[in-house]
């Protein structure tokens, strides 16, 4: 065995699966601990997720952001998560960082999320949107979906006897070459 191998991180958070949740938000993995700036998806305050949020629904991007303590409004975000019926998890449930990085490149999925239980367990499912190309690959692999969209396109695939549509969005990181209003532009599809 390799001691200089990096060691397994499990997932910090719990699913977040609200009752009647018919769009869930599967990402890869969140980054380390150091880079939060709260305890829920999405942390990172240079992320632009909850931005991307605030442009869709409210034409704000920051609606949901405290800029004078650098995080997010958690006490908004899960009101309106679970007023939406939006889920949140991510596509592994452990991992070892290859790189002290928070990004998918440097990720190798040590144990995928059992992503058709979780399907399975919401009945109200019909969208899933996966937020970067690790989550979506993760995904397909796991529901045999050969086709994988583009960004900002959808594929549908047939589970447990339901139709459900996969969408591929843009990586709400900073490192994704895009403004946050244009990725709000790709998220506004579905979001709205």
């Not at 709260?38 to 991307?52: A, K, L, Q, S």
């Not at 695939?157 to 990586?171: N, Q, V, Y």
């Not at 900073?174 to 532009?185: F, G, N, Q, S």
């Amino acid at each position: 065995m390799n001691d200089n191998a990096p060691c397994v991180e499990r997932h910090p958070f719990e699913p977040f699966l609200p009752c009647g949740c018919r769009l869930l938000m599967l990402g890869s993995f969140p980054p380390s601990e150091r880079r939060w700036s709260m305890r829920f998806y999405y942390p990172n305050f240079t992320n632009d997720m909850w931005r991307i949020f605030g442009l869709c629904y409210f034409n704000d991007k920051m609606h949901f952001v405290n800029q004078k303590a650098k995080t997010f409004r958690l006490d908004l975000i899960i009101p309106f998560l679970r007023e939406h019926g939006i889920g949140m998890y991510d596509t592994a449930t452990a991992v070892r960082r290859l790189k002290n990085t928070a990004s998918d490149k440097d990720l190798e999925v040590v144990e995928p999320t059992n992503l058709k239980a979780m399907a399975g367990s919401l009945p109200c499912l019909t969208d899933i949107i996966t937020t970067g190309q690790k989550a979506t690959s993760v995904l397909a692999d796991c529901f045999g979906i050969t086709g994988q969209p583009s960004v900002g396109e959808s594929v549908t695939f047939e589970f447990e006897g339901r139709l459900l549509r996969l969408w591929r969005m843009p990586s709400s990181s900073r490192a994704y070459p895009m403004t946050v209003e244009k990725k709000a532009e790709f998220y506004a599809k579905i979001l709205k």
